[in-house]
């Protein structure tokens, strides 16, 4: 009897061990809020000042998105991750590449694109964000194109520019790229240049923009405090912050990770966004719906991301694949819902009870499911044994 009780006891202390070992993600994972229903957002980026052949790509998914319904009757919500300016190539060459000029989206030759996001946004199937004044730092671009003939090309282009073709370092707007690796800016020039873009947005839009999505997923503490000085308190993020360019060009110096539902220093509300889904790059419909059905089971909304250029370079077939991707979605989770991420936001700050599960069982069950994403946690528990109590408790409801 005493053996049997000390190796219990032996048991019992090495199960101890292993959750204490990789507490820090396990009680981040069970603090988490878990959605009672399936959510699905479409997350769209660069949309804005930019090429006109926006203005027909918006209105054609408009009609798409109002085809789609969820239960409650709601049609499909894409965000628009919105930029508001381009260069003004004409004047930026005129200069010999010594001054920054810019074509913005209150600019009367972008009314037919202005004119589409607000049809969209009335319809409920658009829901516009900030991604910001431009899709590029300005003086960045002026010393780059000192020494990149390609740059110098792009900047004194006669059309709206398109950024997608920039050098992908050079689209980071919170970085210093010139060089690599990239430098920070000073706090000072993110603070005026948030003042600016957040005005700019409501010139634009009537309102001040609530949430944001940095360009290329690079930002920083500064960037969220300004963020939050102008009203912006719920970010998008891809699970981790990327701070800086690399030395190959690369997003580097992650110096934060977050799960749906934590709070920026700065208070923000962070939500997360990490399935992806770019039809030209070959992304089937399906991905839609098992990214859906997975982030359903780890009681977690899904977001997807996706770029205007879909729809630009290849309007037909990326959106016959995004109508059929969420058709698959809506066949995988037929109680899934559309909502805003900052409705989204709004019901997991305030434990909105008709969104976040608080049954303990159901919770429990959710958390063993998201245990299976902690690095190296999943394989201990197997060897420790401790796999079995979890399963009991993740059948448990
Ligand atoms: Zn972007």
């Not at 780890?298 to 250029?309: D, I, K, S, V, Y």
Request: net charge positive.
């Amino acid at each position: 009897m005493t053996v049997l009780a000390l190796l219990l006891a032996m048991v019992l202390l090495l199960w101890a061990g292993v959750l204490l070992a990789f507490a820090g993600p396990l009680v981040a994972r069970w603090r988490e809020p878990v959605l009672r229903h399936p959510v699905l957002i479409i997350e769209s980026d660069d949309w804005g000042a930019g090429p006109l052949p926006q203005a027909d790509a918006l209105a054609r998914l408009a009609a798409l998105l109002q085809r789609i319904r969820d239960r409650n009757g709601r049609p499909a919500v894409m965000t628009l991750g919105v930029v508001l300016e381009v260069p003004d190539g004409a004047r930026i060459a005129a200069s010999r590449f010594t001054e920054y000029h810019a074509l913005t989206l209150a600019d009367e030759r972008f009314e037919t694109v202005r004119a589409a996001m607000q049809a969209g946004i009335a319809a409920g199937v658009f829901a516009p964000q900030l991604h910001g004044q431009c899709h590029y730092w300005p003086a960045t671009l002026l010393a780059a194109a000192q020494k990149d003939i390609a740059v110098r090309d792009w900047l004194a282009a006669p059309e709206p520019a398109a950024t997608e073709t920039l050098p992908s370092a050079l689209q980071s707007r919170w970085v210093d790229a010139s060089d690599l690796p990239s430098r920070t800016l000073p706090d000072a020039s993110i603070e005026q240049a948030v003042v600016a873009e957040t005005a700019a947005y409501r010139a634009v839009f009537g309102r001040l923009p609530q949430v944001a999505v940095a360009t290329t997923f690079i930002w920083s503490d500064a960037v969220e405090t300004a963020w939050a000085q102008s009203g912006i308190d719920v970010v998008i993020t891809p699970g981790r912050r990327a701070t800086c360019r690399d030395a190959a060009g690369q997003p580097g110096c992650v110096d934060a990770s977050m799960l749906s539902g934590e709070r920026s220093r700065a208070g923000q509300t962070y939500l997360v966004r990490d399935v992806y889904f770019e039809p030209t790059l070959g992304h089937a419909p399906q991905r839609l719906a098992d990214g859906l059905k997975m982030r359903a089971r780890q009681g977690r909304a899904c977001l997807a991301e996706t770029h205007r250029f879909n729809f630009l370079q290849a309007a037909d077939a990326s959106l016959a694949t995004l109508e059929a991707g969420l058709n698959a979605a809506l066949a995988t989770c037929p109680n899934v819902r559309f909502i805003t991420p900052l409705e989204l936001a709004r019901a997991i700050e305030k434990r909105d009870p008709a969104w976040i599960e608080n049954r303990l069982r159901h919770r429990l069950t959710v958390w063993c499911v998201r245990l299976d994403e902690v690095p190296r946690f999943r394989r201990m528990a197997r060897l420790s044994g401790l796999v079995l109590p979890l399963a009991w408790l993740g059948r448990a409801a």
